[in-house]
């Protein structure tokens, strides 16, 4: 679990006070994977309100306190707060902030931070991360997603749904301008192990070609979903041989299990 001992810490403590409208978000519920090769630098909670922002850090900043720990408000915005959380020696950056209740699946009960945003829509919202900004983070997220979970030209395909400005194609075009990194780059983040510079370049490139044989292979009525394998009971990025065992799924407020929606539509997840 690549958490410093103080963020674990931290996030069971606060595990009681999340909901399925209250969930850890962003690189932290990222890399609770065993697998996982970059530290977070914070711990991010998403509410599906702007009011349910300042109750989440009301209640929270109450549990850290009765813990013990000092809690130094940075920024306090309707919508959002920034604070550093310190007990000791110890101090992390925690962060709350309103996002929209727009995603592919439910947000998911864990025993280890209370509730959590599905990897799935972890992994959306890094895409849209890394189109948006130039972060060796970003980047080295990214490729770790394309690695173990979903493909790059699935992830794009899906993003497309989430931020309905970008076509896949277009989002695509943006990535390949990410990737030119320099050693330096990478030392100013807490990994689990060093980087190969001329391994990551190639990985890149080559995710981004099959991206964008994908992304052409796809049928353009299709943009903004999601693959899932009914007999994997895994979201994939589909091929010439998966025939009718594939079928698309569709994001909408608050996500929706793959199943439910196939059973409604006969067979189609949309």
């Known amino acids: 679990m690549p958490l410093t001992e103080f963020q674990a810490a931290l996030m069971r403590l606060l595990a009681g006070n999340r909901s399925p409208d209250n969930y850890l978000a962003g690189g932290a519920a990222l890399h609770l994977e065993p697998n996982s090769k970059r530290y977070s630098r914070d711990l991010d909670f998403f509410q599906d309100s702007v009011e349910r922002v300042a109750s989440a850090f009301d209640a929270d900043r109450r549990t850290l306190g009765d813990s013990g720990c000092q809690v130094e408000v940075d920024i306090r915005l309707p919508g959002y707060v920034r604070a550093i959380v310190r007990r000791g020696?110890?101090?992390?950056?925690?962060?709350?902030?309103?996002?929209?209740?727009?995603?592919?699946?439910?947000?998911?009960?864990?025993?280890?931070?209370?509730?959590?945003?599905?990897?799935?829509?972890?992994?959306?919202?890094?895409?849209?991360?890394?189109?948006?900004?130039?972060?060796?983070?970003?980047?080295?997220?990214?490729?770790?997603?394309?690695?173990?979970?979903l493909p790059l030209g699935a992830l794009c395909w899906a993003a497309a749904g989430k931020d309905p400005g970008y076509t896949p194609a277009a989002l695509l075009e943006l990535l390949r301008r990410r990737g030119k990194y320099r050693p330096e780059d990478f030392a100013r983040l807490h990994l689990a192990e060093k980087v190969d510079l001329a391994e990551l370049k190639q990985s890149w490139r080559d995710a981004l070609d099959a991206a964008e044989q994908f992304i052409r292979s796809r049928p353009p009525d299709e943009i903004g979903c999601l693959y899932y394998a009914r007999s994997r009971q895994a979201f994939v990025q589909p091929g010439a041989d998966d025939g009718d065992d594939v079928v698309v799924h569709y994001g909408r407020p608050g996500g929706v299990l793959p199943g439910v929606v196939a059973e409604m539509s006969s067979g189609t997840s949309k």
């Open 89 to 149: 020696q110890d101090a992390t950056k925690i962060e709350w902030a309103h996002d929209s209740a727009w995603r592919f699946m439910p947000v998911m009960a864990s025993d280890v931070c209370g509730y959590q945003l599905h990897p799935i829509d972890l992994a959306t919202n890094k895409l849209l991360a890394l189109v948006g900004r130039d972060e060796p983070r970003d980047f080295l997220d990214v490729l770790h997603l394309h690695r173990h979970l």
